[in-house]
């Protein structure tokens, strides 16, 4: 594993190495600060090796018109063809559909294995251009360029790429999340923290539920970082570059010293599932269309990060149920998710069983059984094999408006 933090010669901007390995060993560089995106897309070809000559550029709909204007241009500067797909962020739309429409558009544009698939928006749009690049021609070089905060810190690295399935149950039609996928390591991440000026704060918001789950986890590489992120929230919320710089270098950090020895997720104790903090319970609840953060239905449904914020109470609360963590621990992480203004409670959930079989379809489990990641310590999570339902069930409750 190798991840080191420096400055970008140039300019404000932070790097963080990415190395993935043993066999075979991947290393790329997360770019992080102002102004970045642009600069170095002008130089595309010299991102990717191997001379490419066209690129296929996968904007999020999101993404202001000026923005998506000027990173085209870039790439256009540096000689490539740019052919442009627009994807519209939501889950439903991250489909196998989806996905069979952006391979078909870059098949129609003939790119060949040395040309980019360049990936400009949230974990969403992300995910599935990385998935197209992993499966077209078995392989063609992806960059992400993540515009949301939550993409900065988690969704562009470490190479999960996906889309949603949605499949028949008992009780009818249910979307499951990242049921298809392959693990597709980027060349480059492009962490342009100016393309943050322009987001929702909801949206922003929702990235902070990843940096606290990082900083519960932060005893892997930096022990301050949940204190850090408590005391830096005013100017985060405010869009101070600097600042935002810091938290995405600081972040990303974390997760690449976890997915560094473990991509794809096989370490029999810990290792990259412990970034699943809070997703069991997430994802349970996430594609609950009715479920609103602040209980009003016109904010519904859940954002992912918004489903992760009570996650990661409701795994706190559930660990504390079982004596590994007492009640003053739970009780911050709270505080954390509450203080960056995400929801530590919701209305309308449904009963026990319903949550308990919706956790099933979580990707860790396995012969049937919930396998969840719990804090045990400041810092410090677990996994935890087949925990008792009552205990689960206590974690839920915490989090029932
Ligand atoms: N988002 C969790 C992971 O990348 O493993």
Redesign the pocket.
Known sequence: MRSAKKNHPMSNSRVIDVSIGPSPRRAYDVRIGPGIASEILSNTPSLVGDAPSRAMLVFDSGVPRADRDRIADAIASGGLEVFIELIEPSERVKSLATLGRLLNRIAEARLERADPVIAVGGGIVGDIAGYAAASYRRGVPIIQCPTTLLAMV??S??G?TGVNLNIDTPTGPRLVKNMAGAFWQPSIVLADVALLDSLEHRVLRCGLA?CVKHGALGGFADAELGAWTRGALPRLLSRDHAALTELVARNVAV?AS??ASDER?TAATGG??L??LG?TFGHAIEPMGHLSPTGSAENAPLQHGEAVALGVVAAAYASASMGLVDETLAGRLRDDIAAAGLPTSVDGLPDAPTLLDAMRDDKKVRAGHLRLVLPDGPGSCRVVDAPDEAHVIAGWNVIRA
Do not use: Q, S
Request: glycine share 6%.
């Open positions: 988690d969704a690295v470490g999960k990843e997760k976890i997915v997720e990259r599932a970034l699943n997703h």
